[in-house]
């Protein structure tokens, strides 16, 4: 129950919006923690999100998550960015404060926290770190593990300039490697992430050999549709241990929940079961 029962308003926006787990997800916690406050879907066109995000900061709203498109366009509108949404360049949550709009990214936060969920044996220590991909979601995963006190980055882009750009921005140990010399970055790594797309439900497979990848290695996919990716099957029958992407979503949301209705929600097993059944209706 919240303070005086005062009522909550949140939400999520995007375009289109139809598809997003995150009303069913934060729906859940509310009920669960018997919260009076709704979590809404917002569909916001581009061309919207600077009227949407200026109203916003006076309107009745504690505050939203933010999703694709507009991750890196919020970044502007924001009086207030923390550090790791600035390193970033995006921001996936919003807080209002006394009419203030304060831009955080949990994106890295919810990566992290999955992994230490799935692999509770793995350390930053454990070797080098392969990622594969420089779009959005990668560049949350990077600042996240080289912040986790990983000691050797290498990056697998298709489109190097991409990835080079990522290196320089974020800075820090990444070296960026050619998509064609994939199969080579595996070499005595600890961890592999996919963040690209491929893999994915009506997308093209990731055309990866693990010939080199060594058997402690984890691996780990941000796609969680389908949940178990082509990597991970391929992976798991190596007897390598692997991460679905599910977590990631999960934990993105815990401190957006937080911040707006006051309780530290957590990812259980019934609720990755519920999302699951979420996933199947889509
Ligand atoms: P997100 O913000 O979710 O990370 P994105 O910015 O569209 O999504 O990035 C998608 C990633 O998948 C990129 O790294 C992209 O590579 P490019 O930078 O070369 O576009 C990668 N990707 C998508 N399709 C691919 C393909 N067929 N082969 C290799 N990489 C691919």
Known sequence: MTENNRFIQAGVIGWPISHSLSPRLHGYWLKEHDINGVYEPLAIPPDSLRLFLLKLASQEFAGVNITVPHKEAAVAHMDTLDDNARRIGAVNTVVVQEGTLYGGNTDGFGFMENLKDGAPDWAANQGPVTVLGAGGAARAIVAALLEAGVGELRLVNRTRERADQLAKEIGGAITVIDWDKRTSALEEIG???????????????????????????????????????????????????VVDGLGMLLHQARPGFFFWFGVKPEVTDALRAFILEGLEEC
């Not at 491929?198 to 050999?209: F, H, Q, R, T, V």
């Not at 402690?216 to 099957?233: C, E, N, Q």
């Open 191 to 241: 961890l592999l992430v996919n963040t690209t797309t491929l893999g994915m439900k009506d997308k093209d497979p990731l055309d990866l050999d693990l010939e080199n990848l060594p058997a402690s290695a984890v691996v780990t996919d941000i796609v969680y549709t389908p949940l178990i990716t082509p990597l991970l099957t391929t992976a798991r029958q190596l007897g390598n241990p």
